[in-house]
């Protein structure tokens, strides 16, 4: 069986598809997303900041209103 992954972005009712994600060896922290031709979505991050991305489950923004 094949995993699935999208990235939903609560509040307009968007998602994305996520077909490749594609660890990258870089000093610099970082997650990047990039449209590809096909319409879905392909995930870069930085190989030690997901060291091993199967256990993923998912991202969430947590967004702290400030008063």
Do not use: C
């Not at 994600?21 to 319409?39: F, P, S």
């Not at 930085?46 to 209103?65: G, K, M, Q, W, Y």
């Amino acid at each position: 069986m094949k995993t699935k992954r999208s990235i939903e972005i609560v509040g307009i009712n968007k998602t994305l598809e996520i077909s490749k994600a594609t660890a990258v060896r870089t000093d610099k922290q970082m997650i990047h997303l990039d449209q590809l031709e096909d319409g879905t979505w392909r995930l870069i991050y930085n190989a030690t900041l997901i060291p091993d991305f199967t256990l993923v489950d998912s991202l969430n923004i947590i967004r702290h209103e400030k008063y």
